[in-house]
């Protein structure tokens, strides 16, 4: 039995994939991939959750199939959002963290409590849709509910039935203590979220609960799920296969997670000043991070022109052709927040461009060069800052998730950067899941950084020294 599941939510698309641990290197195979497509209700923007369901337990049944010794099965997913229940009843959809609501839920808190206290009490950048600032817009339904999952244990209950909050999601939440780690019930009561809601926690390693006996008979298998990283970045941070004290991660993919990895907090005025964040990291590690605004910014400009021109845009070609324009392309500030919600991105960049003085595209090659150029900028002065913030000195960039195999954007942050680039593992957030889930089975031992040297053996990576 060296075989493990690895369930993988992502903004966009979510996947199962089986890791079977063989002479200390894992293999792996992807046994589901389905859509993640949010729904405009007459609420707001919401995740289709029973989809998600949909595909999991489909992605599940196939892997007992091929593999019918899984002996353990693991979550992962995005930050911030989640589900209120009463019982064993969902009051509502989640919420997607794009929706408009959050602008008034980040009055409110701050009426409360100021960003400074906040900062010292759970060492968040400010994100406006941070988990704090959604509830701060559910007062009614708050009342009524007696818990709170965020969506990786929702998923979680809806296998066991057992409720928990796995500790790396919780830091995102704003109600975790960064220095206790537990759940500040203190201020939770003070913005009105009563302690009730919050849910056990447990940390990466630990069993949450079997298969309740109707789902294992639904999916032809049964294992225990046990818990990850079940925040998707802290889960890839896991598969980075880097030094920790002479580098920096960018796991990119919707978002472009900047960071290095700390043994504690960074708590000073700078890094509140420099919007950097603390969360929580598996082992007992500290990601200090900072959000970029990621390929989102390219995502979106593609799914506009497919709208307006109804053609199918190949990514593989256009950044083939943002790789030789030649023309000066305009840099924008990739962290601005006009850029977060859906809707026209080449408009609202050449706007942008056009107040700030700066080129404008005229063609898609240019526009995607843009993007590139921008986000390569962003990446860099976030490594600086963070290697200045946190001490730590960086010879080296990995960058791990989809943006990876931007071969563009992995040259031009080595060049803006000054230090080489390593890409690669791709797949970082399901390899670190399932590193966590091999730990905790025994079929891989060693410290984190041992660990950590079975991903390269898997999964070369690609250099890219700075031009």
């Known amino acids: 039995m060296n075989s493990v599941a690895a369930i993988d939510l992502g903004a966009t698309s979510g996947r199962v994939i089986v890791g079977r641990f063989t002479g200390g290197s894992i293999e792996m195979e992807t046994v589901g991939r389905f859509a993640n497509d949010p729904v405009m209700t007459p609420g707001g923007l919401q995740w289709d959750l029973m989809a998600l369901y949909r595909g999991v337990t489909e992605g599940l049944r196939e892997a007992f199939r091929i593999a019918p010794d899984i002996s353990s099965i693991g979550i992962d997913s995005w930050a911030v959002d989640y589900a209120l229940l009463r019982g064993d009843r969902m009051l509502g959809t989640p919420f997607h963290y794009r929706d408009e609501r959050t602008a008034a839920g980040v009055e409110a808190v701050h009426q409360v409590a100021s960003f400074d206290e906040l900062y010292r009490r759970n060492g968040l950048q400010f994100l406006p849709f941070n988990t704090l600032y959604q509830l701060a817009c559910e007062r009614g339904v708050l009342d009524a509910a007696d818990s709170m999952l965020l969506v990786p244990d929702l998923f979680a209950w809806l296998l066991t039935g057992e409720k928990v909050a796995e500790r790396t999601n919780a830091s995102t939440t704003g109600l975790l203590d960064v220095t206790t780690k537990e759940w500040d019930t203190a201020l939770a009561e003070r913005l009105g979220v009563s302690a009730r809601v919050l849910p056990r926690l447990v940390d990466p390693g630990e069993t949450i609960g079997d298969l309740l006996p109707r789902v294992a008979k639904d999916l032809g298998g049964s294992a225990p799920v046990v818990a990850v990283g079940s925040h998707d970045t802290a889960s890839a ?231």
């Open 237 to 467: 941070v896991v598969a980075v296969p880097m030094r920790a004290d002479r580098a920096a991660y960018i796991s990119c993919g919707t978002w472009g997670l900047v960071g290095v990895e700390t043994r504690e907090p960074v708590l000073t005025d700078a890094a509140r000043e420099h919007n950097f964040t603390n969360e929580g990291g598996a082992f007992g590690r500290t990601r200090f991070l900072h959000n970029v605004m990621g390929l989102w910014l390219l995502s979106e400009s593609i799914r506009e022109w497919e709208r307006t021109s109804g053609e199918k845009i190949d990514l593989p070609s256009l950044l083939a052709e943002a790789a030789e324009v030649t023309a000066p392309v305009g840099v924008f500030d990739a962290n601005d927040s006009v850029f977060m919600p859906p809707g026209d991105m080449p408009g609202r960049i050449s706007t942008w461009l056009a107040e700030n003085g700066q080129p404008l595209p005229t063609t898609r090659a240019e526009f995607a060069r843009s993007i590139i150029e921008s986000l390569a900028e962003a990446f860099a002065g976030a490594v600086r800052t963070a290697s200045e913030l946190s001490g730590i000195p960086v010879e080296t960039i990995h960058i791990v998730g989809g943006g990876s195999l931007n071969e563009l954007l992995c040259q031009l942050t080595a060049d803006r950067a000054g230090v080489p680039v390593e890409a690669g593992p791709v797949e970082a957030t399901a390899i670190g899941n399932l590193l966590v889930q091999g730990r905790a089975a025994g079929f891989i031992d060693g410290d984190h950084e041992h660990r950590r040297q079975v991903v390269p053996t898997a999964v070369p990576p690609k250099r890219y020294p700075p031009a």
